[in-house]
């Protein structure tokens, strides 16, 4: 990263309504940037706050019966409780009602007049309320509802200052030509560049028919004028430094980034650079818009009851595993679905079977073998290839993290997991031990052991408490030093003994929130077989050699797909070292995905007669419990050769 100092800002919250995802994902993004920035050494401000002022606000407070500031500060008060809950790690909480925001507000009015960007006139036209925002007649649908959110358009005929935001388009588009990353995802800037295109008015930026908002600077003596709320709201990013009143932190504008959703774009990459140029600072690096979030693929709203508290989430799953699952669900900039179900397999698969069952087989192999010692100096003897691998991949990281290529990152930080794993499963250390080949096997857990301890480093900023567990285990500490030596320099991790911790993601198997358990299955009525006599718990009991008339093998799934137009099924081709690997079609896809099954060990009945499943032949049967809870596929505990006998 080329600059020093590193400016990151979340928008700042309306005080009309608690916090749900849609925000958290906000924060989050911008504190795992934070986080990181700091990690790396770079000199870091994260700002935070709450934009409290405008007409929505005054109405807000107006029906439950409080004055706008006692409304903002119990509103402003919550978000900022959650933010310390969540642990963010802001410099920063700005509130638009604090005073020296007001005045670097007025501030920052008088220069754009003396720069000669306000006019005062009078404004007609529509207003939404909800979005704060005017729009000419052309844009309304039905000559008369909000394109952003709907809602019906007040007529607004008041006098009014305008900004000369049409004497910028020109300077807009050249700013955007040369700095093709100031918006991302670059889809977003497309739409931005079309829309400056189109023309841009001129923008009233004054109210007068209410009150809550930042007053006109006294000089100009025009009492009944209050700010438009976004003049005064996007102002913060530069009142939080000190604009205009104690300028001590002033060095660290511009922005590196403002993180935002989609819908406020058009504020940030339009009205903001505009306001900027009027008071000749430099523009922020990159704006970032993400998606939309819904809730089981529909919009969250108060009304639909569906809005989905962040904190009950985080309670329920675990901070970390709430910060990994948004970060990692969707691509920035595309819209988003919560569902428990997705966040459960994100847990169970990503992080329980590729992240802490690596763990867990290290803690186990090298207990076992080695009394807890683990030595990484012939790792790079034995393992050279693999070590080569993981440091592609780390390398790749920081680039996608300012680009906000943030499931990149996360999907690139896997890939050294997927090495470990694959390592164990090829060079399997208990052969190697058999073998005697006991530096082999010490190098193999080094290896495991300087995988983890990278990995643990870079998903620091996204999941802190856990990279902090991981690192524990392994004998080290996050910090600018751990990065140093592990991600720069690419040192190996220095002799350790392994610590014992916990397993960090237990097994999810039913939704944890809202949701009754679901019923057991009706028992699978069988005949009892003629010859069987029946136990004292009235269970038909069988010989030895009847049991081993079913022949149950271990083997791994080597293909998983989904089966078109099943909500259960899955099909699984199952390598059981024959000729040819089994087809089963498996009614586990509620609890498994095809992708979190892939390169993983089953154990399959092998001498069933084939049936037939929404036509589709199954060769086999997969071994599973199922309770109230939910089902667990049964496996062997530790890598099985394909083919293994079970009995
Ligand atoms: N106060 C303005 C921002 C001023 S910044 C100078 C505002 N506030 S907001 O509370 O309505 O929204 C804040 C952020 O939350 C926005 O970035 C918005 O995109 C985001 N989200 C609100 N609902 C959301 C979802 N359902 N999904 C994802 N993010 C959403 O706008």
């Given at each position: 990263m080329s600059c020093k100092k590193v400016y990151i800002t979340t928008p700042i919250y309306y005080v009309n309504d608690i916090a749900h995802i849609g925000h958290a994902y906000t924060t989050i993004i911008a504190d795992m940037l934070a986080r990181y920035s700091r990690m790396v050494g770079l000199d870091t401000f994260f700002l935070t706050g709450t934009d409290e002022h405008g007409q929505k606000i005054e109405h807000s407070a107006l029906a439950k019966g409080k004055t706008p500031q006692e409304y903002a500060d119990e509103i402003s008060l919550s978000f900022k409780n959650l933010w310390d809950d969540f642990d963010i790690s802001y410099d920063k909480f700005i509130r638009t009602t604090d005073e020296a925001h007001k005045i670097g507000v007025q501030k920052a009015f008088i220069k754009m007049m003396e720069h000669g960007d306000i006019y005062k006139d009078v404004y007609k036209g529509h207003y939404c309320i909800s979005c704060e925002t005017f729009f000419p007649k052309s844009q309304l649908v039905d000559d008369?509802?909000?394109?952003?959110?709907?809602r019906a358009t007040i007529i607004v005929e008041e006098e009014s200052y305008f900004f000369r935001l049409s004497k910028y388009q020109d300077k807009l588009l050249a700013w955007y030509a040369e700095n093709p990353?100031?918006?991302?995802p670059k889809s977003k800037r497309n739409e931005v560049i079309r829309f400056v295109e189109g023309g841009l008015e001129d923008l009233s930026i004054t109210r007068t028919s209410f009150d809550w908002g930042v007053k006109l600077p006294s000089e100009l003596n025009d009492p009944k004028h209050v700010m438009y709320v976004w003049l005064d709201a996007l102002m913060n990013y530069l009142t939080a430094l000190g604009y205009g009143t104690d300028e001590k932190n002033i060095g660290y504008w511009p922005a590196r980034v403002h993180l935002i959703g989609k819908d406020i774009l058009r504020f940030h990459a339009i009205y903001w650079p505009a306001f900027l140029m009027s008071l000749e600072l430099p523009l922020p690096k990159h704006i970032a818009a993400h998606g939309w979030w819904t809730k089981d693929g529909v919009k969250m709203s108060k009304s639909k009851g569906n809005v989905v508290n962040p904190k009950e989430v985080a309670d329920a799953y675990g901070l970390d595993n709430f910060r990994y699952f948004m970060l990692r669900e969707v691509p920035f900039g595309g819209d988003g679905d919560f569902s428990q179900k997705a966040l459960i397999d994100r847990i169970n698969?990503?992080?329980?079977?590729?992240?802490g069952n690596l763990l867990n087989r290290l803690i186990g192999m090298s207990e076992k073998y080695f009394d807890g010692t683990v030595e990484c100096d012939r790792v790079a003897q034995y393992y050279q290839d693999e070590l080569n691998e993981v440091d592609a991949s780390l390398d790749k990281l920081e680039p996608l993290l300012f680009e906000m290529q943030i499931h990149r990152y996360l999907e690139e930080l896997w890939r050294p997991l997927s090495v470990a794993n694959k390592a164990i499963d090829k060079y399997q250390p208990w052969t190697l031990m058999k073998e005697s080949k006991e530096d082999e096997a010490m190098a193999l857990n080094g290896l495991i052991a300087a995988i983890l301890a990278k990995v643990a480093v870079m998903l620091a900023p996204v999941m802190p408490e856990t990279a902090q567990k991981i690192a524990l285990a392994l004998g080290f500490t996050i910090s600018y030093d751990s990065w140093n030596s592990l991600i720069v320099s690419k040192e190996l991790p220095k002799p350790f003994k392994i610590t014992k911790i916990p397993p960090l993601f237990p097994r999810i198997e039913e939704p944890l929130l809202g949701h009754p358990p679901s019923e057991p299955e009706e028992p699978v009525k069988t005949e009892k077989p003629k010859s069987s006599k029946e136990s004292e718990t009235g269970i038909a009991l069988i010989g030895i050699d009847q049991f081993f008339q079913t022949s149950i093998k271990v083997g791994t799934v080597i293909k998983a797909e989904e089966v078109e137009g099943s909500k259960k099924l899955l099909l699984l081709q199952v390598?059981?070292?024959?000729e040819a690997p089994r087809q089963v079609v498996a009614g586990i896809k509620e609890w498994y995905s095809a992708e979190s099954m892939l390169g993983t060990q089953v154990c399959i009945v092998a001498n069933l007669k084939p049936a037939k499943l929404m036509g589709i032949t199954s060769e086999g049967m997969i071994l599973a419990a199922r309770d109230a809870h939910g089902l667990s596929l049964i496996r062997p505990e530790s890598h099985k050769v394909n083919g293994t006998k079970i009995g």
């Open positions: 008369e509802f909000c394109p952003e959110c709907g990353n100031s918006i991302l698969s990503d992080l329980g079977n590729d992240l390598d059981i070292a024959e």
